[in-house]
């Protein structure tokens, strides 16, 4: 099976941990899981235009841009103003739009808020953070 080609979205300061459990699942020959991550590596730059940059490109090389939805994805982000956006995540799923990708949403909790960017942009969802519900909803999103 091809791997998908998938760029994660996620709010780095409080939920990277999950990011890297995708990871692992992706390494794990055990789990039926394929994706290539097309996030970008932590940008080392305060500049949000470097930071844009970087994003954009990354985005641009998936077809699928994978959404986890934590406790604070939808506050505003201190450089909101200059990001264009609420913050990082709705950036990152508005440029994904652009582009064409599929997106996928995954709460953490079914109570968190979602980005406003992802609200209403046919998203396929996985409620929980697990291995079966992700798959299911990036099956989803393909078809």
Known sequence: MAKKKVFVSFDYENDKHYKFLLEAWDANPKFDFFFSDLSSAEIKSNSVAVVKQALSAKINQATYTLVIVGKEANKRHPDYAEIGYKNWLNY????????????????????????????????????????????????????
């Open 92 to 143: 990152e799923v508005a440029k994904s739009k652009d582009h064409k990708n599929r997106l996928v949403g995954v709460k953490i909790d079914r109570t968190y808020d979602s980005p406003e960017e992802l609200l209403g942009a046919g998203a396929s969802w996985a409620f929980s953070f697990t291995q079966e519900a992700i798959i299911k909803a990036l099956e989803d999103a393909a078809s």
